[in-house]
C-alpha cells in the first residue's frame, strides 16, 4: 500500500500563484510516477500534471503548459505542483495519485493510489 498526503491549496485572486504539496509513504518502491488530476463542480477529473519516479520525464496538459511546474523531491518522496498565473478556470479539488505500471500519463485509470484532494480556489 502507498499512502498519499495532500497539503497547500487555498483561495488566491486570479494572476497569483498556490503550491500543492503531496507526501508518498508505504510500498513507494514500486511506484513508476504521479501525477496530479482536478475536478470542478459538474465536470470529470482531468489529468493536470504528471512526473516520473525518478523526476527526469515531466507531462502537462496543454491548459497549464508555461504555468504550472511538477517537480519531486526524492529525498523527502514529495511531489510538488508549483501553480503560477492562476486563472479562475484553474478552480478544482486537486488529486495527486500515484502509478505502479507504465502507460499513458493522462489516464486516470492507470493510477493506483489517490491522495485526499485539495481545493484550489481562483477568484476573479
Known amino acids: 500500500q502507498v499512502q498519499l498526503v495532500e497539503s497547500g491549496g487555498g483561495l488566491v485572486q486570479a494572476g497569483g500563484s498556490l503550491r500543492l504539496s503531496c507526501a508518498a509513504s508505504?510500498?513507494?518502491?514500486?511506484?513508476?510516477?504521479m501525477g496530479w488530476f482536478r475536478q470542478a463542480p459538474g465536470k470529470e477529473r482531468e489529468f493536470v500534471a504528471a512526473?516520473?519516479?525518478?523526476?527526469?520525464?515531466?507531462w502537462y496538459t496543454a491548459s497549464v503548459k508555461g504555468r504550472f511546474t511538477v517537480s519531486r523531491d526524492n529525498a523527502k518522496n514529495t511531489v510538488s505542483l508549483q501553480m503560477n498565473s492562476l486563472k479562475p478556470e484553474d478552480t478544482a479539488v486537486y488529486y495527486c495519485?500515484?502509478?505502479?505500471?507504465?502507460?499513458?500519463?493522462?489516464?486516470?485509470?492507470?493510477?493506483?493510489?489517490w491522495g485526499q484532494g485539495n481545493q484550489v480556489t481562483v477568484s476573479s
Open positions: 512526473i516520473s519516479w525518478s523526476g527526469a520525464a515531466t
Open positions: 508505504g510500498r513507494t518502491f514500486s511506484m513508476r510516477g
Open positions: 495519485a500515484a502509478r505502479s505500471n507504465s502507460g499513458s500519463w493522462d489516464d486516470r485509470g492507470g493510477y493506483d493510489y
